[in-house]
C-alpha cells in the first residue's frame, strides 16, 4: 500500500512556472512507476507526464512537451513536476499516481494502468 500526498500548487501568472512534487509514504517508492494528470472543471482527467521507476524514461502530453519536467529522488521517495511557461488552459488539479512494476523502464500514460492515486493540488494560471 501507498499513499501518496501531492504539494506545490497554487496561483501563478501566464508565463510563470511551478514545481509541483509528490511524497510516497507507507511503502519504499523505488519499484513505483509514477505519472502526473490533471482534470480541468468539467473535462476528463488527462495524462500530463509519466517516469519509469528507475527515472530513465519519461513520456509527455503533447500539450506540455517542452514546458514540463518529470522527475524523481527515490532517495526520499518523491516524484516532481517543473512547469514552465505556464498557460491559462493548465488551469486544472494536478495528481500524482503510482503503481507497482517489475521492470524498471515502463512508463504509464492511462489512468487505468494506475492503481494508486494522491488527492490532487490545485493549479491555477492566470492570464
Known amino acids: 500500500q501507498v499513499q501518496l500526498v501531492e504539494s506545490g500548487g497554487g496561483l501563478v501568472q501566464a508565463g510563470g512556472s511551478l514545481r509541483l512534487s509528490c511524497a510516497a509514504s507507507?511503502?519504499?517508492?523505488?519499484?513505483?512507476?509514477m505519472g502526473w494528470f490533471r482534470q480541468a472543471p468539467g473535462k476528463e482527467r488527462e495524462f500530463v507526464a509519466a517516469?519509469?521507476?528507475?527515472?530513465?524514461?519519461?513520456k509527455y502530453a503533447d500539450s506540455v512537451k517542452g514546458r514540463f519536467t518529470i522527475s524523481r529522488d527515490n532517495a526520499k521517495n518523491t516524484v516532481y513536476l517543473q512547469m514552465n511557461s505556464l498557460k491559462p488552459e493548465d488551469t486544472a488539479i494536478y495528481s500524482c499516481?503510482?503503481?507497482?512494476?517489475?521492470?524498471?523502464?515502463?512508463?504509464?500514460?492511462?489512468?487505468?494502468?494506475?492503481?494508486?492515486w494522491g488527492q490532487g493540488t490545485q493549479v491555477t494560471v492566470s492570464s
Open positions: 499516481a503510482a503503481d507497482r512494476r517489475i521492470s524498471s523502464s515502463v512508463v504509464l500514460t492511462e489512468t487505468g494502468e494506475y492503481n494508486y
Open positions: 507507507g511503502r519504499a517508492a523505488t519499484n513505483y512507476a
Open positions: 517516469i519509469s521507476w528507475s527515472g530513465g524514461n519519461t
